[in-house]
T-cell receptor
């Protein structure tokens, strides 16, 4: 089954404690991206990757890091989480050429930073 | 600055009737538009899309209309079914964004179908 898998699904942690949210896709997609969803703001892009070892900032990259060492994995790293990073996070992937290859989303990771 | 706007946070429609969800955008560089549907505790799933060279695209019960001059698109669902109850997001991509398939999302409309 084609899917994007995020882990963990839920996490409550404290300010400053490094955490990683993993994202894995089994569709051999080149493109992967992270979004965060906040009330009244829709989904906003954090980082994206067009292929292995190619990553770039989205609209709201501050406080986040990513890596793309393998095609299937695109982890999101919060080195020193803060309460304003409490949000619902989605990973997405697609083949290049969006017009006929829409993005597939994971089921989300809800992070609470106390 | 919200470039894609869904001004109705919620909408209730009787089962069997037509649901119309609206979306407005401000960036004239957007040239591809999508609708995503989201159930609780799940990620958004792609529903239907339209390129700016078209003004209508239809897929079964779902039709998307694009009015470029008004910078407005709408999603029509007919007939509406209980399983259509979800949050609907419209999203857009600008032509200048080659390589980054970044979706600019609206804030969503919660559709409730009343049996």
């Amino acid at each position: 089954e084609a899917q994007v898998t995020q882990n963990p699904r839920y996490l409550i942690t404290v300010t400053g404690k490094k955490l990683t949210v993993t994202c894995s896709q089994n569709m051999n997609h080149e493109y992967m991206s992270w979004y965060r969803q906040d009330p009244g703001l829709g989904l906003r892009q954090i980082y994206y990757s067009m292929n292995v070892e190619v990553t770039d900032k989205g609209d709201v990259p501050e406080g986040y890091k990513v890596s793309r060492k393998e095609k299937r994995n695109f982890p999101l790293i919060l080195e020193s989480p803060s309460p304003n990073q409490t949000s619902l996070y989605f990973c997405a992937s697609s083949s290049r050429g969006l017009s006929n290859q829409p993005q597939h989303f994971g089921d989300g990771t809800r992070l609470s930073i106390l | 600055d919200q470039q894609v706007k869904q001004n109705s946070p919620s909408l209730s429609v009787q089962e069997g009737r037509i649901s119309i969800l609206n979306c407005d955008y401000t960036n004239s560089m957007f040239d591809y538009f999508l609708w995503y549907k989201k159930y609780p505790a799940e990620g958004p799933t792609f529903l239907i899309s339209i390129s700016s060279i078209k003004d209508k695209n239809e897929d079964g019960r779902f039709t998307v209309f694009l009015n470029k001059s008004a910078k407005h698109l709408s999603l029509h669902i007919v007939p509406s079914q209980p399983g259509d109850s979800a949050v609907y997001f419209c999203a857009a991509i600008p032509s200048s964004n080659f390589g980054n398939e970044k979706l600019t999302f609206g804030t969503g409309t919660r559709l409730t179908i009343i049996p």
